[in-house]
Each structure stands twice: as structure tokens, then as C-alpha cells.
């Protein structure tokens, strides 16, 4: 099989680290474009051609290109099959079934929650936005916890796509006081410490 033409649009510093880490598990080589989300281009082919929302993070295989990180993610997945594959058509259904699930309920409250913690100048921060997004961060922190009871990773045993798109969202979980779920901090440590989670915060350029 010839080397597939990947090429992958967008900032690290952005939604497409949650791509890097996928195609480094793939071991794929990949064009990196690191536009930013400001830059007048986006709005203009071939990135409206590619994505007409002119947003990132867009990823173009042998020409077909697919838009939203975790849309993508799963692509790959089924585009190239490896040991991180989902293979069931219930495997299937419960990664689109969780992606779903942390765009919903935990993306929105865990970046709040961060950038009134750690992310704004310290005088720019509102410690009640700060606190009711920690609160709103419980169930679904307890329902991931509940999930992880007697298990490694989300499906079982062994790390799939399921495990990175869900711990690349929880990406500001990594500073998160998790101590009142153990399972969550263990899992959560597990997933970033992977070669390709590594490589993605490299990317953003962090010092690890």
C-alpha cells in the first residue's frame, strides 16, 4: 500500500493537537499547515473548499477532506485500522457515542473552568465562573469514574480511539484537582503519558 497524501490544517495550539496525537499513534506522516484561526486565508480557498465554516482543524487524505477533531479522529480510525481501532459495530457506536458525550458535557465547563483558573491574566479571572464550571464538572467526572471501575481504559483493557478523543478533550482535566476521582487521574495520566501525547503537547510547545 503506497503512503497515503495526509495533510493537516491548523494551529497546534489549537483543537488539531487532538489530530497530531491520532496520527502519531498511526505513525503516519503527515503536511502540517499551522494556520491560526485569525489569519484572512481561512476564509478563502481552498480552505472554504476544504471546510466552508472557515475553521480548524481540517485534515485532507489523498484529497478528501473532513472537518470537527473528533469526526476526524474517527476517520482515521477507519481509514487506517490498527491496534487503537474500534472493530464492532458496538465498538463503533460507542466512540461516536463518546465523543459526543465530552463535547457535550465536559469540553465547555473543563475550558471555562481553565481559563479562570490558570489561563486569564489573574486579574482577568472570575472565580465564580471559575467555580460554578467545577461544579457543573462533577457528574460527568463521576460518571467517567464509575466507567472506569475495574478497568484500564474506557472499553477495557486496552487503549482505543474511545480513550484518546475523550482524554485529548480533557486535555485542561491534566490540572484539574482530581483527587475524589482516582480513576479518572490514573486513566487520564495514562492516555497523556503515550508517545502521542506526548508529541501533541510537544507540539503546542510544551516543555515535557
Not at 13 to 28: D, F, G, H, Q, Y
Not at 44 to 54: C, H, I, L, R
Not at 99 to 123: D, I, R
Not at 157 to 175: C, E, K, W
Request: with cysteine.
Amino acid at each position: 500500500m503506497s503512503t497515503p497524501n495526509i495533510k493537516l490544517i491548523g494551529t497546534p495550539a489549537s483543537r488539531v493537537m487532538r489530530n497530531i496525537w491520532m496520527l502519531t499513534e498511526l505513525k503516519l506522516p503527515f503536511e502540517a499547515d499551522p494556520i491560526v484561526t485569525t489569519d484572512p486565508a481561512l476564509k478563502q480557498p481552498p480552505y472554504t473548499d476544504w471546510n466552508p465554516n472557515a475553521k480548524i482543524p481540517i485534515c485532507v487524505v489523498d484529497g478528501f477532506a473532513v472537518y470537527e477533531s473528533l469526526a476526524i479522529n474517527l476517520y482515521l480510525d477507519m481509514k487506517f485500522p490498527s491496534q487503537i481501532s474500534l472493530n464492532s459495530i458496538e465498538e463503533k457506536a460507542q466512540g461516536i457515542q463518546w465523543a459526543m458525550w465530552v463535547l457535550t458535557e465536559v469540553e465547555m465547563h473543563s475550558f471555562n473552568w481553565y481559563l479562570n483558573t490558570n489561563g486569564k491574566p489573574e486579574a482577568e479571572r472570575d472565580a465564580n465562573v471559575a467555580t460554578t464550571s467545577w461544579g457543573k464538572m462533577q457528574k460527568p467526572l463521576g460518571v467517567l469514574e464509575k466507567t472506569l471501575i475495574g478497568r484500564a481504559y474506557i472499553l477495557g483493557g486496552n487503549f482505543t480511539v474511545v480513550d484518546l478523543n475523550t482524554a485529548s478533550v480533557m486535555y485542561r482535566a491534566l490540572a484539574m484537582p482530581l483527587e475524589n476521582f482516582p480513576g479518572v487521574r490514573r486513566w487520564l495520566d495514562r492516555c497523556w503519558a503515550r508517545e502521542g501525547g506526548i508529541a501533541a503537547r510537544r507540539a503546542r510547545g510544551e516543555s515535557i
